[in-house]
């Protein structure tokens, strides 16, 4: 068998076919309107920051995976460790038992994390860590006595996942209109997106700080908590705000007894140049999500973890206080296995000066990218570079993905979010594959423009 995934071996194409008629007849994709979008490539093979089709084709991966990929795909690494695992056992009910991957990986966390987030529980995905931590912040506040306390507060734009309570407090992106009706309480508030050179930033802060003032005023003894992606909102459109706007935040919500919920499930494991954002705002918030990078982008697997005096608040002799939640999958060893990898290979392989690296070639590029009529809105913050491409509309637009289309067609994975366009490569890319992928995006921004 030839295991080179560049290589078109002989019969690759009609598996392709194969494939691709299996998918057509059966397959249900994600966030996919199926009647107006392309055929989907068929992958046989992925390494570093590359995906390789059937043909042996290569595209560069610059939105890792749903950013999801950190180290690289197939690291030989993370490799061993997952078939390490599997080797010894695959996976057990996480109530009544535990193992070793599971109490060194929540260690691990909580030693990488500030303050006292100490305590982890473990799920699935991005949405289920959010799950689970609106429903500790909602139980949190029956078992202290103060059941009045339902209502929660999210940002215009901010996306934090697709389950009922998830969708909830994304509500603002827009995303989710046919569910209304099931979604719980939560109030908007507005998001200070800024940008290079932004010179109304501290107006729009001042604006969402003063609208959550005014809220808390109104309706502070109802509120349970309030859910922020700090620094940088990513569904939403990459949409940053300041660390210094992070710290009043918090400051003002903590003041009010309100609980602060940090959704880092994008942003953590080094994305904005920080091991996590909260540590560029010198903050602790109450529950923090994680996923995505945490296994590196191998394993569907997430972490909420929360202050020590919040669960202990869950402690007593009546199941009542307890929290009610676990999937089959918690604390899968495999994941586990890979994230305590994945958490070593930032030390071993000095993976924040990677991310330095790509942050000062995305920092040449956005003054190449200033000089342009067609652009907007410049943005930088650790390995991501956006902006905004004026003549694009909104999610799915046409535009968008005619420029989806024609990066893919030209080896290069860049999905626009709305009219944002943005690079968010996985920490391994090398100078060379940064700058076919800068030149590629100037050339798409070209070919839109005729
Ligand atoms: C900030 C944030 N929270 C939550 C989610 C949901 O994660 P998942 O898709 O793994 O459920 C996402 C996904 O993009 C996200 O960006």
Redesign the pocket.
């Known amino acids: 068998m030839n295991d080179d995934p560049k290589s078109p071996a002989h019969g690759r194409a009609s598996l392709a076919e194969e494939v691709l008629a299996r998918d057509r007849r059966h397959v249900w994709h994600p966030f996919t309107q199926h009647g107006t979008e392309s055929e989907p490539i068929v992958l046989t093979g992925a390494k570093a920051a590359s995906l390789f089709d059937a043909d042996g084709n290569e595209i560069l991966d610059l939105v890792s995976s ?2 999801t990929c950190t180290h690289g795909h197939a690291h030989p690494k993370l490799n061993a460790a997952l078939a390490e695992q599997a080797a010894r056992f695959e996976h057990v009910m996480f109530a009544g038992f535990t193992h070793q991957p599971a109490a060194d990986l929540a260690e691990a966390v909580a030693n990488l994390l500030p303050g006292d987030l100490t305590r982890v529980f473990f799920s699935d ?6 799950e689970v931590a609106l429903k500790i912040a909602y139980q949190y506040w029956i078992n202290c006595g103060e059941t009045g306390r339902r209502m929660l507060v999210a940002f215009d734009g901010g ?4 389950t009922l309570g ?1 969708m909830s407090l994304g509500r603002g992106s827009q995303l989710f209109s046919s569910f209304r009706d099931l979604m719980c309480k939560v109030a908007v508030l507005p998001c200070p997106a800024t940008f290079t050179g932004d010179d109304a930033v501290e107006e729009r802060e001042a604006g969402a700080l003063s609208a959550f003032e005014a809220l808390l005023t109104d309706r502070g003894h109802a509120i349970a908590a309030l859910i922020i ?1 700090p620094l940088l909102q ?2 939403g459109g990459m949409r940053l705000c300041r660390p210094s706007f992070l710290k009043r935040l918090v400051k003002t919500a903590r003041d009010a007894g309100v609980l602060i919920i940090f ?1 880092e ?3 953590g494991f080094g994305r904005t140049g920080t091991l996590f954002a909260m540590e560029q705002a010198d903050v602790v918030p109450d529950l923090v ?1 994680l ?2 990078g945490l296994t590196a982008g191998y394993m ?1 697997m ?1 972490v909420t973890v929360a202050r020590e005096a919040i669960f202990e608040a869950f402690l007593g002799e009546s199941f009542e206080r307890a929290l009610p939640h676990g999937h089959s999958f918690t604390a899968n060893p495999l994941a586990c296995a890979v994230a305590l990898a994945s958490l070593a290979l930032f030390k071993e392989e000095k993976t924040l000066e990677r991310i330095a690296r790509i942050n000062r070639r995305h920092r040449e590029m956005l003054a190449e990218l200033a000089t342009r009529p067609d652009v907007a809105r410049l943005r930088l913050i650790g390995s991501i570079l956006a902006f905004d491409v004026k003549a694009a509309g909104g999610y799915q637009s046409s535009e968008g993905r005619r420029l989806r289309d024609w990066y893919l067609a030209h080896g290069l994975n860049i999905r626009p979010l709305g009219p944002t366009l943005y690079l968010m490569p996985p920490y391994c890319i090398t100078d060379e594959e940064l700058t076919r992928a800068y030149a590629g995006l100037i050339e798409g921004l070209d070919t839109l423009a005729k």
């Open positions: 749903w950013w995905d991005g949405s289920t860590s959010v996306y934090h996942g697709d998830a992606e990513g569904a959704d499930v994008a942003t999500c996923s995505k569907p997430a």
